[in-house]
């Protein structure tokens, strides 16, 4: 698995060194650590898409993490398996004021998401989240995302319009 990452990713874009691997066998919590044989750091969808269909057909389990601030264990990785950091895939894509919509890839954070709009003077609130500002938009609302204005508009999974997924042969729906 190692050399088809390499291949796919460049040498910086995998890693099997135990001092890297020792940050991602656990999160925030108390659940016993896994041990992941490896760290991909994929950058766009295309690569998302051959590494989840290589890792299915030589049966290597994967887990995807983006900030490690969850908590219940949900990127705990199974023992041998692969990590997907998506923090490097941390782009807003698209801001549409008038649908008040933002397409973003799964490494955006609070933080960036704030700044993106501060510094383009982009007239939308973004609720903030009961999370750390280093806390994935994307996975925070898919766990429901309470936020500052959640009791008034609903938590962030409210407000999901659309996902791409990328299914275990590599397709992208």
Do not use: W
Request: net charge negative.
């Amino acid at each position: 698995m190692k050399l088809f990452l390499v291949d796919l990713l460049g040498a910086d874009g995998v890693s099997d060194a135990a001092a890297d691997l020792a940050g991602y066998a656990e999160d925030q919590t108390e659940i016993e650590a896994g041990r992941p044989a490896l760290v991909a750091f994929p950058t766009t969808t295309d690569q998302i898409q051959a590494i989840v269909k290589h890792a299915n057909e030589v049966k290597i389990p994967i887990t995807p993490r983006v900030y490690g601030t969850n908590l219940g264990g949900l990127t705990i990785p199974s023992e041998g398996g692969l990590v997907l950091d998506l923090t490097r895939m941390n782009r807003v894509i698209e801001v549409d004021t008038e649908d008040m919509v933002a397409v973003i890839e799964p490494g955006v954070s609070q933080r960036i998401m704030k700044d993106y709009l501060v510094e383009r003077d982009i007239p939308l609130t973004l609720g903030y989240s009961l999370a750390p500002p280093d806390t994935s938009v994307f996975a925070n609302a898919l766990l429901g995302g309470l936020t500052n204005r959640s009791l008034k508009y609903g938590d962030q999974s409210e407000s999901i319009s659309g996902l791409e997924v990328v299914l275990a042969d590599g397709s992208l729906v």
